[in-house]
């Protein structure tokens, strides 16, 4: 059991790189630090996008609409560390 809690601490905290890379991204492109047009940095961006966006559109559907501020990726990395939290406390009690 411990091994299965273990890897899907791993698989949360390979979401919550993602997310945060795509969250920095989004700033670096906004602000022209990167060009969207090339190709290297469309690849990655698109890639993001096309797995995140799902996700976000899911949580965008019960979210207020706030104008321009998305605050999707924020509840997603809050749900990701209270998946993280629920996980690790169930672990410590399964080690008694």
Do not use: C
Not at 32 to 48: A, D, E, T
């Amino acid at each position: 059991m411990m091994s299965l809690i273990q890897i899907l601490l791993m698989i949360l905290s390979i979401a919550k790189f993602i997310v945060f890379a795509h969250v920095i991204m989004s700033w670096l492109i906004n602000f022209n630090v990167l060009n969207p047009n090339q190709p290297l940095v469309w690849q990655i961006w698109n890639g993001l996008s096309r797995l995140l966006d799902p996700i976000y559109s899911r949580i965008r559907s019960f979210l207020p609409n706030m104008g321009g501020l998305d605050l999707s990726p924020i509840v997603l990395l809050v749900a990701i560390f209270a998946l993280e939290i629920i996980l690790t406390n169930n672990a410590r009690s399964l080690a008694y």
